[in-house]
Every structure is written in C-alpha cells, then in structure tokens.
C-alpha cells in the first residue's frame, strides 16, 4: 500500500483521562503507519488535557488542540481544519479500534475509488471492561453505491446506524461540499452529519468487519437524560431531513427519506411525552411538533386510512393526535 497515502484520525477528549490512553494506543499499534492522530481537548476539567501533551511529547504524529468547551462537533470541526490527510476518521476518546482497522479501510477505500467506507463494532463494554453486548453488526451484504442509495437500502433493511465512528471519509468530499458537525445538537450531531453526507457522497462501500470497541459508560453523551434540548434538536433536524424528502425527484428516495422523519417525529413524541407540559418552553415546543407533523404529514393517516399500506403511519399518526389533543385540552384542531 502507498505510503503517500496518510490519514488523520481525530479524536475529541472530554474528561476520559481514565480510557484515552487504550483510544490512543490502538492509533499507535495500527498496521498502518502513516497517521496523524489529532487530539482535541474540549475543555476538559480532569488529567485529560496533561495527557494529551504527553502523547504530542512521545509521539511525533500526534497534534494537540485545546478549546473552550464546545462540545464534540466542534472538537471534531477544530480536527478536521487541521487535518491534512487523504482520508479522516472520527474516533470517540473512551473507545478504541482493531489494530488493522485502518489498514483494511484505506484498502477498501482505494480498491473502490470510493468516498465513504462503512464498517460495523465488535461488541460494547461497560467500564470495567465487561463485555455487555453486541452492538452495531449488520447481517445483510451491500454492493458499492451511491450514497443516497445506500442510506435507503441499509435505512429499510433497519441496518443504518447513525454512529460518526462508524465510517471512514475522503476528506476532500466534506471540504468540497462543506460539510461539518452541527454544533449544539446534542444526541444528533452524529446523525445530522452522516445524513448530509450520505445525500452528498458518490460511492459508499461496505466493508462487512468488525473494527470498532465501544465503551458504554455513566456520563457519556449517548447516554445522558432526556432534556427539553433533545426534543429541540430532534425537531431542528426533522425540519432538515424533511426539506430534503422534498427536494428529491426520486420516489424510493424520497419515501425514505420520509419515512426516515417519521422514525424522528416519533422519537421527538416520545421524548415530549416525559415533560412538564405546565412549563411554557414546554408547551412552545409541543405546539412545534404539532407543526411539524403537519409538515410531515403524519396527521393525515387515521382509522379510514388502509392498515395494510399505512400501518406505521396510522400508528404515529395516534401518538400525533393524543399529543394534540394534551396540549389542547380536546381533540379539536390546534
């Protein structure tokens, strides 16, 4: 393989002092060698920040930035302006990686000109390091395509998985089309970028290997209470994904990517369903949703509608109604 070829890996530090030494040595110990690894600590308040400065003094590929705390989109924003490799991949500070996981993604990349390499995760440890389950594997095989082809093909075969870690990019498909993070979405900024970059790329190749350790621990941002932000960043996003369902002239593509705003809507309801409706912000962001599903549509699937061709649809479309309906005190129009 070309040594000319070079890769950067960024990975965002918050407060993981205890695991980033196994993240960054999985870096280290790949079979490829021509890396730079990109350590961007977001403010942290523990030993993280001393030792990012440690790897920059014992290692010559890695570079380290230091930011306010922003959160991880913009940690992955700050890696990416710097990054001067031909591929990126975003790497979560507390997991870490198989040894030949980049090797084999640069191969695939290159052997498929491609634009985009999924891959799927071993298994998921709890802090201890106790494996507590699979996590992210596939069970279907996917040919190289489109990537717009290919955010339908895994959506409907309910194997697209909206991890960020989860694939390997050619960096110059998000300079050319400016795509980055979405700062300030909480659980979704993952699934924002990786929509956008699906809508954008050319072609998207599935390597069927499991390269990825995930670390599911207490306080990490996948597993944070629900908040009133979640369902504000939810709708924001529902917003987008559904411009798109109807800029597209494609009606697989654009049933998709429907379908894929109502699995979104129904999150937002479910989230809604936990909050104190006294509150005004609250109620604000219940009448919002209520707009939304209009927007989506949702409203008009009800008890006439043919269960058989709209049975999700007739469900959600309920939830849409008893959450109207709650914040009306009726079931008359909002």
């Not at 993240?23 to 600590?41: G, K, P």
């Not at 309910?158 to 498909?173: D, G, N, P, T, V």
């Not at 109620?283 to 919002?288: A, C, E, K, V």
Request: proline fraction near 2%; charge should be negative.
């Amino acid at each position: 393989m070309s040594n000319e070829i070079k890769v950067s890996v960024i990975i965002p530090v918050y407060n993981i002092e205890k695991y980033l030494n196994r993240c960054v040595e999985s870096v280290y110990n790949q079979t490829f060698s021509n890396l730079e690894i990109i350590l961007v600590n977001d403010g942290s308040s523990d030993g993280s920040a001393s030792l990012c400065e440690e790897h920059q003094k014992l290692e010559n590929r890695v570079k380290v930035i230091h930011q306010k705390n922003a959160g991880s989109a913009v940690a992955r924003n700050a890696g990416l302006e710097i990054a001067d490799g031909k591929y990126v991949y975003f790497l979560d500070g507390d997991d870490w990686i198989k040894e030949d996981a980049i090797e084999g993604l640069v191969r695939s990349a290159e052997t498929h000109l491609c634009d985009v390499v999924i891959f799927d995760s071993c298994y998921m440890v709890d802090e201890s390091g106790n494996i507590i389950g699979d996590d992210f594997t596939r069970k279907n095989r996917y040919s190289p395509m489109l990537g717009h082809e290919m955010f339908c093909e895994m959506w409907n075969n309910k194997e697209y998985f909206q991890s960020a870690c989860l694939i390997f990019i050619r960096k110059e498909l998000l300079t050319d089309k400016k795509i980055l993070f979405p700062a300030g979405m909480m659980h979704y900024d993952d699934s924002l970028f990786k929509f956008i970059l699906f809508m954008n790329a050319g072609i998207v190749v599935y390597l069927p290997e499991k390269l990825y350790y995930r670390r599911i621990r207490e306080g990490s941002i996948t597993q944070n209470p629900i908040v009133l932000k979640n369902v504000e960043c939810c709708c924001y996003f529902i917003g987008i994904v559904n411009e798109h369902a109807k800029q597209t002239s494609e009606i697989y593509l654009r049933r998709t990517i429907k379908f894929y705003a109502y699995y979104l809507y129904e999150l937002s309801i479910m989230m809604a369903e936990s909050l104190d409706i006294r509150e005004r912000d609250v109620l604000d962001m219940l009448f919002r949703i209520i707009d939304l599903g209009n927007e989506i549509g949702v409203g008009k699937y009800d008890d006439s509608c043919d269960i058989e061709s709209y049975p999700h649809e007739r469900v959600l479309s309920r939830k849409y109604h008893l959450l109207r309906g709650k914040i009306t005190g009726s079931n008359s129009n909002v």
